[in-house]
C-alpha cells in the first residue's frame, strides 16, 4: 500500500508516533488509510449537509476495514458570489480545490480518496486532483436542494435573480420580490434546477465515478446518507481491486458524460470542466468539437430547470441518471468499467424511466439535437458556445446590432437605465480567463434582461454563464478579446449575426475590417493582486477549459 511508506519498518516511527497521536493503534497500521476530502462549509447551501454525509462516509470506511481521515477544501457559492469581484475567484478556485487535494493525498501518502463535494467549480475541481492522482477514488456529490414554493408554484434561485429584472420593468412588487427571495432556496443542496453544480453531479455519475442513483437522490433525502455510507466501504475495496480513475474515466466513459449531458441540456460550463478533467489524463481527447459532434447524435430528453418548470425532484422521481442512459443505451459505450467494479450495462440493467414525460424515448425526443451548440466564424474562430436546449424556436437563427461593454457592470448599468432596446445584440468583453480575470458568469444581464421580458435580444460574451442562463446568450467566445480575439475589434452598430442551426457566430466585417481595427485596440487594463494575478497570466482560453499552463 502506499501508506506503507509512512507506517513501515523502524525509520518510520516518528511518522508512527505522530499517528498513534491521532488514536491509531498497532492494528490500525495494517489497513488502507482512506482520505476524505471534504468540501463543508456553513456558509454555502450546498454544503451545509456535508458534515453529516462525512460521518456516514467514515463509518463505510470503518465497517470495511479501512482507516478515514478527513481534510478540508474550499467551496464558492456562485449566486452569492455573483456580479461584483468576488465571482473572478469561482472558476479560478477550480484549480486551488485540485491542487489541495492533491497535495494532502501526496503529503500523506493516503491509499484511497473519496470526494465529497457539491457546487459547480468544486466537483470539477475534486475529479480533477482524482484524474491527477490516480489513485482509487470514488465521489459523493452533495445532491440537489428541493425546489421553493410560491404562490403555488415552484421556485428555484433563477426565479429570484429575474425576479430582480422583473421588479426593475414594474412586472412585480417589491412585496413580490421579497416573498419570492424568502421562499426560493428553502434548504440544504445544489440549487434545484439543472444548472452546473447539478450537471456535474449528473456527468460525475455517468462518467462511472459515483454510485448510481448519486447524483439526483437529494441533499435532505436519507438514501443520500446511505449512498455515502456505500461508497465509504466501496472505496476500501477499490483500493484492493487496484481500480484507479484512469480505468474508469476513459474517452469512451467521457463520451458518455457528453451524452448525458446534451441529452439533459445541461450547462455550458460543462464544457470548461470536462476538457480540464481530460487533460489530467493520458490518451484522452475532449474538445469541443466532440461536444458539438455528440449534440448531433443524441437528442434532448429531458428539460429541466432553466428549460422548464421542471425541477431536479422530477428527473429523480422518473428514474435518474440510470433511467437517462438506459434510454441512451443504443448510442453510448455500454462496456465501460466504473466504480462499482461492474460495466456500465451491468449497473443500468435494470433500470426503468418512471415517467416518460419527464425522460423522453428516443423517438419523440424534445429537439431531435442535444441541449449544447458550438458556433464558429469569424467572431468566434475557436469556438463558442450556447445552450441551444434553451433557446426559442425563434430566436435560433437571428441578427441584430451590436451594444458593446467592456465590462460586466457596464452592461447591468446600461440594462437597468433603460439603455437596452429590442433587436439589438449585447456584447460584453474582456471577461474571459484572462481578461476578466478569472471568466465571470454574466448571470445578472442575462437574468436581467429575461426578467425585464425582452424577446428580440442576444447576449455574447468572452466570459460564461450559470447553468441557470435561457435565451440566445453565446459564451466563452475565443480567442477572447484580451488575446486580441476578434470580440475585439465590435463597435457599437455593427450587425452581429447568430445561426445556430448551422453552428455560426459572425459579424458583417470582412478580414480586413477586423484586422484594421484590432491593430488600433486598446485594452483596458485590470490590475489584480494575488492568487488572481496568477492565474490571469497562466490561464489557457476556454476552449481549451481555462485549466493554468505555464
Given at each position: 500500500m502506499r501508506s506503507d511508506e509512512i507506517k513501515k519498518g523502524f525509520e518510520r516511527a516518528p511518522h508512527r508516533s505522530l499517528l498513534r497521536a491521532c488514536g491509531l493503534t498497532d492494528e490500525d497500521f495494517k489497513k488502507p488509510f482512506i482520505g476524505i476530502a471534504n468540501s463543508y462549509t456553513n456558509i454555502v447551501p450546498g454544503h451545509l449537509h456535508l458534515k453529516s454525509l462525512a460521518e456516514a462516509v467514515k463509518a463505510g470506511v470503518n465497517q470495511a476495514g479501512g482507516i478515514p481521515f478527513e481534510f478540508h477544501t474550499m467551496a464558492i457559492c456562485d449566486g452569492i458570489a455573483m456580479n461584483h469581484?468576488?465571482?473572478?475567484?469561482?472558476?479560478?478556485?477550480?484549480?486551488?480545490?485540485?491542487?489541495?487535494?492533491?497535495?494532502?493525498?501526496?503529503?500523506?501518502?493516503?491509499d484511497g480518496l473519496?470526494?465529497?463535494?457539491?457546487?459547480?467549480?468544486?466537483?470539477?475541481?475534486?475529479?480533477?486532483?482524482?484524474?491527477?492522482l490516480n489513485i482509487p477514488s470514488i465521489a459523493v456529490t452533495g445532491g440537489p436542494m428541493l425546489p421553493g414554493e410560491c404562490q403555488g408554484k415552484n421556485v428555484d434561485l433563477i426565479n429570484v435573480y429575474e425576479g430582480v429584472g422583473a421588479l426593475k420593468e414594474g412586472r412585480i412588487s417589491p412585496k413580490d420580490l421579497e416573498e419570492l427571495e424568502k421562499c426560493a432556496c428553502p434548504g440544504p443542496g445544489s440549487c434545484a434546477g439543472l444548472f452546473t453544480a447539478n450537471s456535474m453531479a449528473?456527468?460525475?455519475?455517468?462518467?462511472?465515478?459515483?454510485?448510481?442513483?448519486?447524483?439526483?437522490?437529494?441533499a435532505i433525502d436519507s438514501k443520500k446518507l446511505q449512498i455515502a455510507r456505500l461508497s465509504g466501504a466501496r472505496i476500501v475495496e477499490m483500493v484492493k481491486e487496484d481500480l484507479r480513475p484512469a480505468d474508469i474515466m476513459t474517452q469512451e466513459a467521457f463520451e458518455n458524460a457528453i451524452a448525458v449531458d446534451v441529452a439533459l441540456g445541461g450547462s455550458t460550463n460543462t464544457t470548461l470542466h470536462l476538457p480540464a478533467i481530460a487533460a489530467e489524463l493520458d490518451n484522452v481527447d475532449v474538445n469541443l468539437d466532440l461536444f458539438d459532434e455528440l449534440s448531433k447524435k443524441i437528442p434532448h430528453i429531458a428539460a429541466i430547470s432553466p428549460a422548464s418548470e421542471n425541477h431536479m425532484i422530477d428527473l429523480e422521481r422518473a428514474g435518474g441518471i440510470p433511467a437517462v442512459l438506459k434510454?441512451?443505451?443504443?448510442?453510448?459505450?455500454?462496456?465501460?468499467?466504473?466504480?462499482?467494479?461492474?460495466?456500465?450495462?451491468?449497473?443500468?440493467?435494470?433500470?426503468?424511466?418512471k415517467d416518460p414525460n419527464i425522460i423522453r424515448p428516443l423517438d419523440d425526443p424534445i429537439h431531435k439535437q442535444g441541449g449544447i451548440a458550438v458556433l464558429k466564424g469569424n467572431l468566434a474562430p475557436r469556438g463558442s458556445v450556447v445552450k441551444q436546449a434553451a433557446v426559442k424556436d425563434d430566436m435560433l437563427t437571428y441578427s441584430g446590432t451590436a451594444k458593446v461593454f467592456n465590462s460586466e457592470?457596464?452592461?447591468?448599468?446600461?440594462?437597468?437605465?433603460?439603455?437596452?432596446?429590442?433587436?439589438?445584440?449585447?456584447?460584453?468583453?474582456?471577461?474571459?480567463?484572462?481578461?476578466?480575470?478569472?471568466?465571470?458568469?454574466m448571470l445578472n444581464p442575462t437574468s436581467a434582461i429575461a426578467g425585464m421580458g425582452f424577446e428580440k435580444v442576444a447576449l455574447i460574451t468572452d466570459g460564461r454563464f450559470s447553468g441557470g442562463t435561457r435565451g440566445p446568450c453565446i459564451g466563452h467566445i475565443s480567442p477572447e478579446a484580451a488575446e486580441g480575439g476578434p470580440i475585439a475589434a465590435l463597435e457599437d452598430g455593427d450587425i452581429i449575426e447568430i445561426n445556430i442551426p448551422k453552428r455560426r457566430l459572425n459579424v458583417k466585417l470582412s478580414d480586413d475590417e477586423i484586422k484594421e481595427r484590432l491593430a488600433k485596440v486598446e485594452q483596458p487594463t485590470r490590475k489584480v493582486k494575488g492568487w488572481l494575478r496568477r492565474y490571469q497570466k497562466l490561464a489557457t482560453s476556454a476552449d481549451k477549459g481555462a485549466i493554468l499552463r505555464s
Open positions: 469581484d468576488g465571482m473572478r475567484y469561482s472558476l479560478a478556485s477550480r484549480e486551488i480545490i485540485a491542487d489541495t487535494v492533491e497535495s494532502m493525498i501526496q503529503a500523506h501518502r493516503l473519496i470526494l465529497l463535494s457539491s457546487c459547480d467549480k468544486i466537483v470539477p475541481g475534486m475529479l480533477m486532483a482524482a484524474a491527477r449528473c456527468l460525475t455519475e455517468a462518467i462511472g465515478m459515483s454510485l448510481p442513483g448519486c447524483a439526483t437522490v437529494h434510454v441512451l443505451e443504443e448510442r453510448i459505450n455500454l462496456n465501460v468499467i466504473t466504480c462499482t467494479g461492474k460495466t456500465l450495462k451491468e449497473n443500468i440493467k435494470n433500470a426503468k424511466v457592470e457596464e452592461c447591468v448599468k446600461a440594462i437597468f437605465d433603460g439603455e437596452i432596446e429590442e433587436g439589438c445584440v449585447i456584447v460584453i468583453r474582456y471577461e474571459g480567463p484572462k481578461g476578466g480575470p478569472g471568466m465571470r458568469e
